[in-house]
C-alpha cells in the first residue's frame, strides 16, 4: 500500500501551515488535484522499489483511487516495472470527504464553523463527521466492503493518507484510542505501508517506510 506522491495540494497546505490563512488556496476540487514534479519523482522511485521486487512479491492487482493523484502516481509507477499486474480503480479508495470544510485551513474552521469545532471536540476526532463530509469511521464502513471482495493474490493499494491509517486500523483490529495515536504521525508521500499473511491472517511488515525515497530529497508528507 502507497500513499501518493506530493501534490500541488499538500504544498499548499504546507504553504498555509501555521498562518493566519482561512484557505488553502487551491482552485481545483480534490478529485483534480494534480502531483507536484517532486511527486513525480517520488512515483518514479516507488515504481522502481516495485521493479526490484522478488517474483513471489510482486503485485498482481493494482487496485487506485479514483483522484488524479492517486491514478498518476500508479500510472508513474508502473511504467517502471517489468510485469504487468491487473489495474482496477475503486471509488472506495478515494480520500475523507470533508465537506463543507473543505479547502479550510484550521484556522479557517475555527472563525467559520465555530460550532462544528466545538463538536469535534465533544464527539472525538473518529466518529465526527463534518456537515456533508465523512467521519474517520465511515471509512471503514466503505474499506471493509472493498477488502472483504479480494480473495487470493498480491494487492498493491494506491491511495490516500486517510485510507492507510484506516486501513492499518481494519486489518490490525485497532481500537479508536490506537488509530488516532497512529494518525498523529503524518503518512509520507509514496511510503510503503505492507501486510504479509502468516498463520492465516495478514501480520505488519512495513509502516510508512520512506527508504527507497532518501536520495530524492522530497521527504516532505
Not at 145 to 172: C, F, K, N, P, W
Request: hydrophobic letters at 35%; a negative charge.
Amino acid at each position: 500500500m502507497t500513499r501518493h506522491g506530493e501534490s500541488t495540494g499538500n504544498v499548499a497546505f504546507r504553504e498555509t501551515d501555521g498562518t493566519d490563512a482561512e484557505e488553502h488556496g487551491i482552485s481545483e476540487r480534490d478529485a483534480d488535484i494534480p502531483l507536484s514534479d517532486t511527486g513525480r519523482a517520488q512515483a518514479v522511485r516507488f515504481g522502481r522499489r516495485l521493479a526490484a521486487l522478488p517474483e513471489d512479491e510482486r503485485p498482481t492487482l493494482v487496485l487506485v483511487s479514483p483522484y488524479l493523484r492517486t491514478r498518476d502516481t500508479a500510472r508513474i509507477a508502473l511504467e517502471q516495472v517489468p510485469y504487468s499486474p491487473r489495474v482496477r480503480v475503486d471509488e472506495r479508495l478515494r480520500d475523507r470527504d470533508q465537506g463543507v470544510m473543505e479547502g479550510l485551513t484550521p484556522v479557517g474552521v475555527r472563525r467559520r464553523f465555530p460550532e462544528e469545532a466545538e463538536r469535534k471536540r465533544r464527539v472525538g476526532k473518529f466518529y465526527y463527521r463534518a456537515p456533508g463530509g465523512e467521519s474517520w469511521a465511515d471509512l471503514a464502513l466503505r474499506l471493509r466492503s472493498l477488502y472483504q471482495e479480494l480473495s487470493g493474490g498480491r494487492a498493491l493499494v494506491v491511495t490516500h493518507d486517510a485510507i492507510v491509517v484506516m486501513t492499518r486500523y481494519i486489518v490490525e483490529e485497532l481500537t479508536e484510542q490506537e488509530i488516532m495515536e497512529v494518525e498523529k504521525e503524518p503518512i509520507g508521500n509514496c511510503s510503503v505501508t505492507r501486510w504479509r499473511r502468516s498463520e492465516g491472517r495478514l501480520r505488519p511488515v512495513d509502516y510508512n517506510d520512506l527508504s527507497h525515497l532518501s536520495d530524492t530529497g522530497a521527504l516532505a508528507p
